[in-house]
Each structure stands twice: as structure tokens, then as C-alpha cells.
């Protein structure tokens, strides 16, 4: 089945390095995003990763991907106030790279 | 990156009457809009994938009679919520997609959601 799961709350200080984690259950899952919400607005694409890479690094992002443990984490460095969101992962099917499916995103507060 | 627009951001609604709510793509057409449904403390929950000019495809579980989905142009899908009843409260967020590139997934290029309150 399809099924995304990350943690809901995640708190860290500013300065400091974020990590949010995502299990995923497809092994076929063409692709692994994450994606942002900043409150009261949509959902803005940050980064993604195709499935047979392991790292994908832009700027201060982060992307790990362990394929064989279905595990994806999201490294944010130098985590500032304006990255206080909640961080969506989410996967594309292989048969159908349109329909995406979320987890139920982790909510990064950020303490000063 | 490419903007899409909902309208309206936020409604309030007597039980039994209909919404529409109106989705744009702003500087780009797209062939294929998506309607999410988000619930507090849960994940988006897709609920029908639109192609313009045909009908549209709904997920498991939701209602095609419920959920009127028309996309009517490559900038425009309207989803309109009919006979609303308060379980019908929710934020509904579209996407748009476009190809990121050749060999690049589809980005879904996400609006800003409309808050629907069902009295």
C-alpha cells in the first residue's frame, strides 16, 4: 500500500541544524519531494530526489534517501525564524507520477 | 515559479446550499489541476485529478456527485461543493502541473487553499 509517515512535531533552536524524517512504504516510488507550508497558504515545492540517488544537497537543504530502509530525511542548516513551517515528504507512484501522496507533515517550530 | 490562484480564500456557508471554488493558473496553462482536501493534523488527501476539456478522475471514497469537478480551460478548474453539510468543513487546496523537464518529474505547482465553513 501507499503510505507516508513523518513525525508531527519537531522543535530547534535557531542557528542549529533541522533534520525531519519520512518513512515511505512503495518501493517503487519513482520520486520523493519535500514540500513546505507556510501557515494559512499552499504547499510549495523545496526540493526532490529521484529514487535512484542517495544526496541531493542545494543551499541549505539536505536530502538523504536510504532506499533499502524507505527512509528520507530533509537536513535544514543554519535553521532560521523564516523556515518555521510545516515540512511535507511526499512520493510519486511509479506508474503514475502525477498522483503524489503526503505524509502529515511535521510542524518545525523554531526557538530563539 | 509558476502562481496559482483559489478563490474564494475563505467561505461560510449555510448547511444544504453549494460553493464553487475557483482555481487559476496564472502564467502558465495546465493540462492537469488537482483538488486537495486537508484536515487538521492530517496529510493532503487527493480528491480528483482534472484534465482539462474531459472528465475528471476521483479517488476512492469520494463522492463525484458531491465534489463537482469542471476544467473548463488550461487555466481553470472549479470545484464546487454541493448540498455542503458541516462534515464538509475543511481546506481545500488545488495544484496545477507542469513538467519540471524532460527526465524531471511533474511539479504541482500548489494554491493557496480555501477555507470552507459549513454551518
Known amino acids: 500500500g501507499e503510505d507516508v509517515e513523518q513525525s508531527l512535531f519537531l522543535s530547534v533552536r535557531e542557528g542549529d541544524s533541522s533534520v525531519i524524517n519520512c518513512t515511505y512504504t512503495d518501493s517503487s516510488s519513482t520520486y520523493l519531494y519535500w514540500y513546505k507550508q507556510e501557515p494559512g497558504a499552499g504547499l510549495q515545492l523545496l526540493t526532490y530526489i529521484f529514487s535512484n540517488m542517495d544526496m541531493k544537497q542545494d543551499q541549505r537543504l539536505t536530502v538523504l534517501l536510504n532506499k533499502k530502509d524507505k527512509h528520507l530525511s530533509l537536513r535544514i542548516a543554519d535553521t532560521q525564524t523564516g523556515d518555521s513551517a510545516i515540512y511535507f515528504c511526499a512520493e510519486s507512484m511509479a506508474n503514475r507520477d502525477d498522483k503524489i501522496i503526503f505524509g502529515k507533515g511535521t510542524r518545525l517550530h523554531i526557538l530563539p | 515559479g509558476a502562481v496559482v490562484s483559489q478563490h474564494p480564500s475563505r467561505v461560510i456557508c449555510k448547511s444544504g446550499t453549494s460553493v464553487k471554488i475557483e482555481c487559476r493558473s496564472l502564467?502558465?496553462?495546465?493540462?492537469?489541476m488537482f483538488w486537495y482536501r486537508q484536515f487538521p493534523k492530517k496529510s493532503l488527501m487527493l480528491m480528483a485529478t482534472s484534465n482539462e476539456g474531459s472528465k475528471a478522475t476521483y479517488e476512492q471514497g469520494v463522492e463525484k456527485d458531491k465534489f463537482l469537478i469542471n476544467h473548463a480551460s488550461l487555466t481553470l478548474s472549479t470545484l464546487t461543493v454541493t448540498s455542503a453539510h458541516p462534515e464538509d468543513s475543511s481546506f481545500y487546496i488545488c495544484?496545477?502541473?507542469?513538467?519540471?523537464?524532460?527526465?524531471?518529474?511533474?511539479?504541482?505547482?500548489f494554491g493557496p487553499g480555501t477555507r470552507l465553513t459549513v454551518l
Open positions: 495544484s496545477a502541473s507542469s513538467l519540471l523537464g524532460q527526465g524531471m518529474p511533474t511539479e504541482q505547482f
Open positions: 502564467d502558465f496553462q495546465a493540462t492537469t
